[in-house]
């Protein structure tokens, strides 16, 4: 099981989403924990282990650390703007 790390960026960004939309990403990013890479993950270009991965409208982008067991979830927002 991996360890979950949540910058305070992405922290923030979660906070100021609908509640339904944090019970949605809070689920999945519970889940990563469990499978870093899900059948719905992408592999994001010009990174050896970032990812992202689709909620609804909204993309959480995280890197996985293997050999230290450990997500860090990097960006948490909606779709026109997680990549700027």
Known sequence: ???IVITTTAEKQ????SNDAQRKISAIIVSLGIEPRPYS???LSGTSSTYRIRVGDYR????ILKQEVIITILKIGHRRDVYK
């Open 41 to 43: 993950c992408k592999k």
């Open 60 to 63: 959480i982008i995280y890197d």
């Open 14 to 17: 979660l906070k100021k989403l």
């Open 1 to 3: 099981m991996y360890k």
